[in-house]
């Protein structure tokens, strides 16, 4: 058994898309309409064949408080590896994302969070040797 999908909740489906593929370098796997909606998800450009990011909409009434107490509290709704942390939150900083956590060392990884201009926190991590 391994995880097929799993889910983000966003606020724009188009804004999400760009964010995810333009920014975070992830490629569109499903774009499938669904009224005023869409199937719409995207895997690591490193691992096409792995498991599909869902931007879901946040249509639901129960999202908005949920990803709202969660932003405000710091809390990352996902957390996605990167090789290289410092390199990571240069590339994104330079193209204009905002990180609510600088780079820094948590036990045995590195993490940074960001926002993903959706409503959501995402967090780096960048795994270290104490943690391979």
Not at 91 to 118: I, N, S, W, Y
Not at 123 to 129: A, E, F, K, P
Request: hydrophobic content about 40%; charged content about 25%; overall charge negative.
């Amino acid at each position: 058994m391994r995880i097929y999908v799993t889910n983000v909740f966003v606020d724009d489906q188009d804004k999400a898309e760009k964010f995810y593929t333009d920014l975070l370098g992830f490629k569109v796997k499903n774009n499938i309409p669904l009224g005023e909606n869409r199937w719409l998800t995207v895997v690591s450009s490193e691992d096409p064949e792995g498991t599909e990011l869902l931007l879901e909409p946040s249509d639901h009434p129960a999202v908005n408080p949920y990803k709202e107490a969660l932003f405000s509290d710091g809390i990352p709704a996902h957390s996605f590896q990167v090789q290289d942390l410092d390199a990571e939150r240069k590339r994104l900083g330079d193209l204009g994302v905002k990180f609510t956590v600088e780079p820094m060392d948590a036990g045995p990884v590195r993490m940074a969070v960001l926002d993903d201009t959706c409503g959501n926190l995402i967090q780096l991590i960048q795994m270290t040797n104490a943690a391979q």
